[in-house]
Nanobody, 115 residues
Framework: QVQLVESGGGLVQAGGSLRLSCVAS????????MGWYRQAPGKQRELVAS???????NYADSVKGRFTISRDNAKNAVTLQMNSLKPEDTAVYYC?????????WGQGTQVTVSS
């Protein structure tokens, strides 16, 4: 069984920064990709950023140039550095981990950006 533990998030003013972290633990799994999704009230969950084991990254257009995703393969950890935050970044952010056969989700962490 795989468990994802998220940390970070909170309330910040527009233009500020936050860092989200997620660590995957368990046995019998091999991670192929890690990422972050978000879901704002009344909206569908959307991809924010992802990173594969070789390091290639993918970002939503709305966060390019502001957010940076990184991972530590040895620790099965992924971090999302969020700079120049905007009110429209307000959402619950979910850590996502993919292995060959399964997809795992964190419990979600609230990010609120005030104007």
């Amino acid at each position: 069984q795989v468990q994802l533990v998220e940390s970070g998030g909170g309330l910040v003013q527009a233009g500020g920064s936050l860092r989200l972290s997620c660590v995957a633990s368990g046995s019998g799994f091999s991670i192929s990709a890690m990422g972050w999704y978000r879901q704002a009230p009344g909206k569908q969950r959307e991809l924010v950023a992802s990173i594969i084991i070789r390091g290639s990254t993918n970002y939503a257009d709305s966060v390019k140039g502001r957010f940076t995703i990184s991972r530590d393969n040895a620790k099965n950890a992924v971090t999302l550095q969020m700079n120049s935050l905007k009110p429209e970044d307000t959402a619950v952010y979910y850590c996502n981990v993919r292995s060959l056969f399964n997809t795992y989700w964190g419990q979600g962490t609230q990010v609120t950006v005030s104007s």
